[in-house]
Nanobody
Framework: QGQLVESGGGLVQAGGSLSLSCVDP????????MGWFRQVPGKEREFVAA????????YYSDSVRGRFTISRDDATSTVFLQMNRLKLEDTAVYFC???????????????WGRGTQVNVSS
């Protein structure tokens, strides 16, 4: 089981958009839920979004619902996080999580990426 690889982080102004991607080398990608979490220094890693196997259901934290969209492409084993109307408080390291199952808490995922930094400036 290989490690997930995130990409797409960077610096963006408040109100702007950024898209994250995560490739999962696991050959069972299609049958597992995928998710995104984020973490700032001194705080616990928090749930951002999750998508069920085959993309039938999506889940969001209250802080990002309506601004972020999670999606997946099973043909390329990739999960995406489209982030719109970014706020200063969205600044964090974003982690891709794989091999997940409902209800998609941290303990429900068994594969993780190393994280990608997202900085939102004023």
């Amino acid at each position: 089981q290989g490690q997930l690889v995130e990409s797409g982080g960077g610096l963006v102004q408040a109100g702007g958009s950024l898209s994250l991607s995560c490739v999962d080398p696991d050959d069972t990608f299609n049958i597992h839920g995928m998710g995104w979490f984020r973490q700032v220094p001194g705080k616990e890693r928090e749930f951002v979004a999750a998508i069920s196997a085959y993309g039938g259901n999506t889940y969001y934290s209250d802080s990002v619902r309506g601004r972020f969209t999670i999606s997946r492409d099973d043909a390329t084993s990739t999960v995406f996080l489209q982030m719109n109307r970014l706020k200063l408080e969205d600044t964090a390291v974003y982690f891709c999580a794989g091999r997940g199952r409902y209800p998609y808490s941290i303990s429900d995922f068994t594969s993780w990426g190393r994280g990608t930094q997202v900085n939102v400036s004023s």
